[in-house]
C-alpha cells in the first residue's frame, strides 16, 4: 500500500517539473536567441515481488515455497533537461548592434546522430560562456557587449572595442571599425549540444573549452548583420506538452487520492474490534 503513495508521488513531482520547464519555455518564445529545453524521464529500478508462505499443489506437507509474483516499477522522475539547439527563425532588425548567426552546414556527430552548433564566446564574471543571442549593445567606453552586459571575445580571447558609433560585421566575423584592426568575433563550435549546460539570461557553460568554430571541418554559417535569430520555441507543441503533464498529474493525483481512502478504510474499519 505505502508503494503506491510513493509510486505515485514521483510521478507528481516529475509532471510538475515538466509543466515548470514548459511554462519557461513559453515565457522566452520571444527571447532572442532562446533555446526550447526538452525533458527525459526514467524509472526507478523495478522489483520483484515474491509471495511468501505459500505450499505448492503436489508439494510434502509443510513444505513452504516462495512464488514469484512480478515485478513492480517503483516510480519516475525526470531525469534531466536538454537544450534543443535547432536553429529559430532569422528576423531582420536593421540596428547595427544585432547580428545573427546563420547557420550553413553542421557535421552531425555519429554518437549522438545530432548537428553540432556554433555559438559567440563571451566574457562573464565567472569566466567563459556561450550563447547565440546576438543583440549585442555599445557600453559607454565602446565595448561590445551582450544585453545582460557580458563582453564579446575575439579570437585572441580579447575584448572587442568598437572606434566610433558606427561599425560593420562581415559575414566571416571580421570588424570593421573596430580599435584594434582585423578584429574578428569567436565563435566556437559545440559537437555535443545536449552537454551544455545552461546559465540563464541566454547563456551556455561547457565543462571544456569549445573549439574554434572556423577551424572546425564542415562547419559553415555566416554572421548577419543587422539581423537577429528568434526563439525556437514551438508555442502550440509547448502548449500540447504541458496540457499533457497537467493531464498526467491529476491522474496521479487522483491515484494517491484512492490509495488514501483504501487507507483510511484500513485504518478505520478493517481493524475495527466489534
Known amino acids: 500500500m505505502l508503494r503506491g503513495f510513493y509510486t505515485a ?22 527571447t532572442p536567441g532562446f533555446k526550447v529545453d526538452q525533458s527525459s524521464l526514467r524509472a526507478f529500478p523495478e522489483m520483484l515481488l515474491t509471495r511468501m508462505g505459500a505450499s505448492e499443489p503436489g508439494s510434502p506437507k509443510g513444505m513452504v515455497h516462495s512464488g514469484v509474483v512480478g515485478p513492480l516499477n517503483t516510480g519516475v ?6 537544450p534543443l539547439m535547432k536553429q529559430g527563425d532569422i528576423r531582420e532588425t536593421g540596428n547595427i548592434t ?3 548567426i546563420w547557420n550553413g552546414s553542421m557535421p ?26 546576438g543583440t549585442f549593445s555599445l557600453d559607454g567606453q565602446g565595448y561590445l557587449t551582450t544585453g545582460n552586459g557580458n563582453m564579446v ?7 572587442i572595442q568598437i572606434a566610433g558609433d558606427v561599425f560593420e560585421v562581415k559575414e566571416n566575423g571580421v570588424i570593421e571599425g573596430s580599435v584594434a584592426p582585423g578584429d574578428r ?37 555566416i554572421l548577419k548583420q543587422g539581423f537577429v535569430e528568434g526563439s525556437n520555441v514551438d508555442l502550440q507543441q509547448t502548449m500540447t506538452n504541458m496540457m499533457n503533464s497537467y493531464r498526467m498529474f491529476e491522474m496521479n493525483q487522483k491515484v494517491l487520492k484512492s490509495y488514501d481512502q483504501s487507507m483510511e478504510k484500513a485504518v478505520t474499519e478493517i481493524g ?3
Open 108 to 133: 552531425v556527430n555519429p554518437e549522438t546522430n545530432e548537428e553540432g552548433s556554433v555559438l559567440y564566446q563571451v566574457q562573464t564574471r565567472d569566466g567563459v560562456a556561450y550563447t547565440r543571442n
Open 77 to 82: 522522475y525526470m531525469q534531466e533537461a536538454t
Open 272 to 274: 475495527r474490534v466489534r
Open 98 to 100: 544585432d547580428v545573427a
Open 153 to 159: 571575445l575575439n579570437e585572441e580571447g580579447e575584448t
Open 9 to 30: 508521488a514521483s510521478g507528481m513531482v516529475a509532471q510538475q517539473r515538466q509543466i515548470d520547464m514548459n511554462s519557461n519555455n513559453m515565457a522566452n518564445a520571444n
Open 185 to 221: 568575433i569567436a565563435m566556437a563550435y559545440s559537437d555535443k549540444p545536449s552537454d551544455l549546460v545552461k546559465e540563464g539570461n541566454g547563456l551556455f557553460i561547457s565543462v571544456d573549452p569549445l573549439p574554434n568554430a572556423r577551424e572546425v571541418q564542415g562547419v559553415e554559417f
